[in-house]
Structures are given as structure tokens and as C-alpha cells.
């Protein structure tokens, strides 16, 4: 993978009325690694992540999505994405390493036509996988719950999908892998990548600044069955799942926080070169696009977290 540009999706912050069940039920429900833990926040990463976070939890009256961040290689690809976003007429704002927090890199913020917050950072603090980089083991011992190894995707919802869409494929410089087309030929729902997989962020049709979930990566369908026995184990509610979808051609199960943040873990899909051509899902069979298995969506399942 080139190092020009957005590497791939960094992290996300989330916000939860109760801290501290809420840090328990990430570290030992899905089984992140806390990384630091302030009064207000905490900082978690899956295990074999190597920079300082993917989520931070943030204790807020309200549940939803503060902001979410991309990571750029080289700090003159920072500069240069920023004046993108200046060019594009969205106002920008800079803040050097360690001020959001003490791993934080360089930040460039800004929000998107979407209305969501959007971070661009170079230089998070690195703190290692827990595995020697000389012969090391396959994972760490007493891994925990679910124990994903990384961050994979954000889905997002907004008015506009066409118009965002277009942002970022043309000022983030995304490109289209898969999207759902209504009878009239807007954009319902589309997915763009920088990591040559199926998606590192989608949106789908609804209120500006929607968070739908967000969804670590696991290994193959087993660890979805895995996960579904620790859901049931631990009396967390299943949203969906396990189940196929048609587009991105991924597996999934679909899952809440005690606050009522939606979480997926997710797996397959195929690889996407940059010349390849985008796949088309018509409204029609839009639900089959979403649930291979059922060919439909249930309408609590296209519910809003804001």
C-alpha cells in the first residue's frame, strides 16, 4: 500500500453515559486492550494494533459518535490533504501532537458535508501488538471476549449520499467499491476504501451526522459463532447476525454497547484494485444487498445513532 494519502480508517471516538461499564464491556466483552484511562475517557485498541487506539470512549449524557479519524504515513500528505479540504471550501483546524491527548499526533479537523467530525492524524504514539518482533507466538496469551485484532470499518448515514460521496472520492481521494442505486438513480448506500478491501467507511441515506456502527475485524466465520456465544453468555443483545451480506460479500454480527452503540465484527470480503469497477445493487434488491440470507432489512436494523 502506498504511504500517499489516507492510509486507512485510525479510530473513532464514542460517547457513553456510564464510563466505567461501558470500559468493561469493550475490554471483556469484546475483548479490547485498554490502553489508558482518564476521568472522563478511555482509550482501547484491538490486540494486535500497534498504534495507542482505535476507540476512545468518552462519558457524555448521550450515546453516538463524537468523531472519527484517518491515518495519513507522512506528514507532507497531512499538509497536502488539508489544503484539499480548504479547496473543496470546508474550514480546517490544526492541532500538534499530544493536545488532543498524550498519544494524539498531528491533527488536521474538520467536518464534512455529512456534518460528521473528521480527524486526519500523523504520528499517534505506537505501543506494540504485546508480541516480540523475533519469533514471536501467533497471538498473545489471555486474550479476552471476542478479542478482535483490529478496527475495520465505520458506517455512517446522511442526508446526501451522492454529494458526500463525491468528497471523498474526490478531495479524500477514496474510491467507490459498492453501491445501492434508488429507482431514480441517487445514491441510496455506498462503500469506499483506501485499503484495497471492500470498505474502510460507508454511508446510507438518513440524517446528517447518523452513526450506524462500528466494526472490528475478525479472522474467519467461526470467530462470529465465537462472538455470538459471548453475546448470549454475557446477556448482550443481538441486532443481527451472523449472517452474510451481499454487498461487500462480508460476514457479520451485529451487537450493542450498554449505551446503545451499535458494534459489529466482521469478516471475508475480496480485494479491490484501484482500476476495478464498482458493483451496483438496484433499490430493489436492496435487501438482499444487506442480508444475503434473509434478502431483507428489518427497519430497526436501518435505525439512527446520532
Known amino acids: 500500500m502506498s504511504s500517499q494519502g489516507i492510509l486507512r480508517l485510525s479510530h473513532a471516538e464514542v460517547r457513553v453515559p456510564d464510563l466505567e461499564l461501558a ?15 482518564e476521568t472522563n475517557r478511555t482509550f482501547l485498541k484491538g490486540w494486535d494494533e500497534h ?33 484539499r479540504v480548504e479547496s473543496a471550501g470546508i474550514a480546517t483546524e490544526r492541532f500538534e501532537p499530544e493536545v488532543l491527548n498524550p498519544a494524539s499526533g498531528t491533527v488536521v479537523r474538520f467536518t464534512a458535508p455529512s456534518g460528521h467530525v473528521i480527524d486526519l492524524e500523523h504520528g499517534q504514539a505506537q505501543v506494540g501488538n504485546g508480541l516480540s518482533l523475533i519469533n514471536p507466538p ?12 483490529r478496527l475495520d470499518h465505520i458506517f455512517l448515514l446522511c442526508e446526501d449520499v451522492d454529494a458526500i460521496t463525491d468528497f ?6 477514496f474510491r467507490l467499491t459498492e453501491q445501492i442505486l434508488a429507482d431514480d438513480g441517487h445514491q441510496l448506500t455506498t462503500f469506499l476504501e483506501r485499503t484495497h478491501t471492500p470498505h474502510d467507511i460507508a454511508f446510507l441515506t438518513g440524517p446528517d451526522g447518523g452513526f450506524h456502527h462500528l466494526a472490528y475485524w475478525v479472522d474467519e466465520w467461526n470467530d462470529l459463532r465465537t462472538a455470538a456465544d459471548t453475546c448470549a453468555y454475557h446477556g448482550v443483545t443481538i441486532d443481527a447476525g451472523p449472517t452474510r451480506h451481499g454487498a ?35 433499490e430493489a434488491e436492496m435487501g438482499r444487498a444487506i442480508f444475503t440470507y434473509k434478502g431483507q432489512v428489518d427497519p430497526g436494523f436501518m435505525s439512527v445513532h446520532s
Not at 471523498?168 to 481521494?173: G, H, K, P, T, W
Open 168 to 173: 471523498f472520492r474526490n478531495v479524500l481521494e
Open 23 to 37: 470500559t468493561a464491556y469493550y475490554a471483556e466483552v469484546v475483548g479490547l486492550v485498554v490502553t489508558r484511562t
Open 138 to 149: 501467533p497471538a498473545p496469551a489471555e486474550l479476552k471476549g471476542m478479542h478482535p485484532p
Open 51 to 83: 498504534q495507542h487506539h482505535s476507540l476512545i470512549l468518552s462519558e457524555e449524557p448521550t450515546y453516538g459518535l463524537n468523531n472519527l479519524a484517518f491515518k495519513v504515513m507522512e506528514l507532507p500528505e497531512l499538509d497536502r490533504l488539508a489544503e
Open 248 to 282: 461487500t460479500r462480508g460476514c457479520g454480527l451485529y451487537f450493542f454497547d450498554p449505551a446503545g452503540n451499535r458494534n459489529e465484527v466482521y469478516t471475508g470480503g475480496y480485494w479491490f484494485d484501484p482500476d476495478d469497477e464498482p458493483t451496483t445493487w438496484t
